[in-house]
């Protein structure tokens, strides 16, 4: 599914439980990624009563959070944050520990963890990616979620006898 696409017919989110964990270090890229994971969720059938909000501070603070959160019994899990490039390479570690735990996080317990974390070059590149012109990252992660946790209720159902 691409970016700017609706969810499929069958990706409902009503009755999912579905936690957002978010790093608002940049908080204005932060509000507009959240305003869209939540606009997603809604627009899929979800309840807000069904969403579980939890701010940290930076993208490299997500595993911990995300791992609770599944072991809480969420089904899925949209993690939503914004690394902009500085004068050295510090992003690059940032992101790499995060994207291989929450995949590691993922693929251990089979639930879907979403990414809506842009790592862009500048506060601009973020801002069109963050329900801008170039897509909204928030609402594309939140519909990845959902899709997600019903392939993996298809796969589960197909391979029961």
């Known amino acids: 599914m691409r970016r700017n696409e609706q969810p499929q017919a069958g990706a409902s989110a009503a009755g999912l439980r579905v936690a957002i964990v978010a790093s608002d270090y940049h908080r204005e890229i932060h509000d507009r990624l959240l305003t869209g994971a939540r606009a997603a969720f809604e627009q899929a059938g979800g309840s807000p009563s069904d969403l579980r ?5 930076g993208v490299y603070d997500l595993p911990a959070p995300v791992s609770e959160a599944i072991r809480q019994g969420v089904d899925a899990v949209v993690a939503l944050g914004c690394v902009v490039r500085g ?3 510090h992003d690059r570690h940032i992101v790499d520990a ?5 995949a590691h996080l993922a693929a251990t317990h089979r639930v879907p963890v979403a990414l809506g974390i842009l790592t862009v070059e500048t506060l601009k590149q973020a801002r069109q990616r963050a ?3 170039k897509g909204d990252a928030g609402a594309f ?3 990845a979620a959902v899709r997600g946790v019903h392939a993996l209720r298809a796969m589960r159902k197909a391979g029961t006898p």
Not at 98 to 102: E, I, K, Q, R
């Open 53 to 57: 909000i939890t701010l940290i501070d």
């Open 87 to 89: 004068e050295t390479r």
């Open 98 to 102: 995060a994207f291989a735990t929450l």
């Open 131 to 133: 329900g801008g012109e």
């Open 141 to 143: 992660a939140m519909r």
